[in-house]
């Protein structure tokens, strides 16, 4: 098969047959205004149109066409070899677009939809190419993002790393990104020497100090030999200080001399030791707040407070707009299972919908973290609704603490979670009828089987057995009346 899905506008039995000929997974729809919504939510590869809507129906469906937010390419198929002169010449003015005149012609269409796959595919390309702004720092480097948040880091990133600036603070919340950051600025600086990472919240105070300066022999118990420390062992390269924050007191004060004098001595020593490493600072925590409750020295903070590199949170107002890149980036590169690698390449919309409206506390290594989850459950080339899996250690804790059902009721659904739901006792109560569930939901029929598709709701859901036609309208009514509660719902949420 050339297409994993198709979308095909057309009531004719014979049109849908040419359709199935190209595609492995065909949603009919029966008018044009049917289809946007299948569209929406299965996003294909490829709308085949039936001329036979009407000349009208077609004009308007490839009006509105480019101003959705998904781009699909349409292929027009004429009936009878009757050709349409003004609706050829309109679809063929657009790349999107192909004309064919015989819907009896199926290795025609094959050859179309290869032709408008490929070109899709290069001008989602081309409009990708500037996806990482970080390319030039190396290609282990990538800091994804085209908001202006993210501009302004890595505008500051090259100042810094054009200068002479040493120390640097790099401040942000967990999860932004603040070691790449430091990785980006060491390699445009000196990419040929050693970049050394020291978390300063994972040591104890003789430890790190021991890891930082060295010690001689014989300067504590169990010094049976000297010790080179980091601050010289990283030579002329970048050493980085994470967690700045957590260094105790006493601590900070021997740093200070090192930023203002560039020189240290060993635990235990006498000898002044030259120090020319680059020493970038990083914090999550408000170091003017920690200098005003005395945890944190005044003089060492401004210091290295010279030129700092600040790193916005992923709910910040403009970086929603990076979430996209930062998916479709994660997706590109993850290697968490190698069987799925390149076979997953994007998200269905309402998959998308719900990273957008997530506050994403983590920030981004969050967001890598769900879309590895998704990776692992995903058994499709995109990514559903139902292998998103976002905050479930706080889900299960919250699972544990007693809450009022109300409250409980919130928390388990969403507004997706819900009209799954509601697809479900519809199908059921309706004993899978499709027509009759899809006018119980107040929605089409093709709405109906595509959002049975969406959330793959397989024909067993739900606890208990089916039951078809028992107690029919107090059934119906019991499941309208479950509409309007999550109608309620909602404008809780």
């Given at each position: ?22 595609a ?23 709308i ?57 012609d ?50 500051m990133?090259?100042?810094v ?24 600025i ?64 006493d ?11 560039k ?5 235990g020593?006498?000898e ?13 925590q ?15 903070y ?57 506050d ?30 976002i ?11 007693e ?46 089987y ?44």
């Amino acid at each position: 098969m050339v297409l994993r899905r198709l979308v095909a506008i057309s009531k004719d039995p014979e049109f849908q047959h040419l359709a199935r000929q190209v595609a492995q997974e065909v949603f009919v729809a029966d008018d044009t205004h049917e289809a946007f919504d299948i569209i929406d939510t299965v996003e294909p590869d490829v709308i085949a149109l039936d001329t036979s809507c009407g000349a009208a129906d077609v004009r308007e469906f490839l009006e509105r066409t480019p101003s959705r937010p998904i781009n699909i390419p349409v292929v027009i198929i004429g009936s009878d070899g009757e050709v349409e002169p003004d609706l050829s010449a309109e679809a063929t003015r657009a790349w999107t677009c192909a004309y064919l005149e015989d819907r009896r012609d199926g290795a025609k269409l094959r050859q179309i939809a290869i032709r408008l796959k490929s070109q899709h595919r290069a001008a989602a390309s081309d409009k990708g190419s500037n996806l990482f702004f970080a390319t030039d720092y190396a290609a282990s480097v990538c800091m994804v993002g085209h908001s202006q948040a993210m501009q302004e880091t890595l505008r500051m990133v090259q100042l810094v790393a054009n200068s002479q600036c040493n120390p640097v603070l790099i401040i942000g919340e967990t999860g932004t990104g603040k070691e790449l950051a430091a990785k980006a600025i060491h390699l445009l600086r000196h990419a040929n020497e050693r970049f050394v990472a020291v978390n300063c919240a994972a040591l104890s105070v003789t430890l790190l100090e021991s890891e930082l300066f060295g010690h001689v022999k014989g300067s504590f118990t169990g010094a049976d030999r000297e010790k080179t420390g980091l601050l010289e062992l990283t030579g002329s390269g970048t050493i980085l200080l994470d967690e700045i924050s957590e260094m105790p007191l006493d601590l900070q004060a021997k740093l200070l001399r090192v930023v203002q004098e560039k020189t240290f001595r060993k635990v235990g020593g006498v000898e002044n030791i030259k120090c020319n490493a680059t020493i970038i600072s990083s914090s999550n925590q408000d170091l003017k707040k920690q200098v005003r409750a005395n945890r944190f020295r005044k003089d060492l903070y401004y210091r290295l407070n010279t030129c700092p590199v600040s790193l916005a949170p992923l709910r910040a107002r403009d970086r929603s707009e990076d979430i996209p890149l930062l998916v479709e980036y994660f997706l590109k590169t993850s290697t968490i299972c190698p069987d799925k690698t390149g076979k997953i390449t994007s998200l269905t919309k309402l998959a998308s919908e719900s990273l957008q409206k997530h506050d994403w506390p983590g920030n981004v290594r969050e967001l890598r973290n769900a879309i590895e989850r998704a990776i692992l459950l995903e058994e499709t080339d995109k990514i559903g609704l139902s292998s998103i899996a976002i905050d479930s250690e706080m889900q299960c804790d919250c699972a544990d603490t007693e809450v009022s059902p109300q409250r409980r009721h919130i928390q388990d659904f969403s507004l997706a979670t819900a009209e799954r739901e509601l697809i479900i006792r519809a199908l059921k109560e309706t004993g899978w009828q499709k027509t009759r569930a899809a006018a119980l939901l107040g929605i089409t029929r093709a709405t109906l089987y595509a959002k049975v598709r969406q959330y793959n709701i397989p024909r067993n859901s739900g606890d208990g057995e089916e039951r078809a036609g028992v107690g029919g309208g107090e059934q119906e009514r019991a499941t309208g009346a479950a509409v309007r509660d999550a109608a309620e719902l909602a404008s809780v949420r």
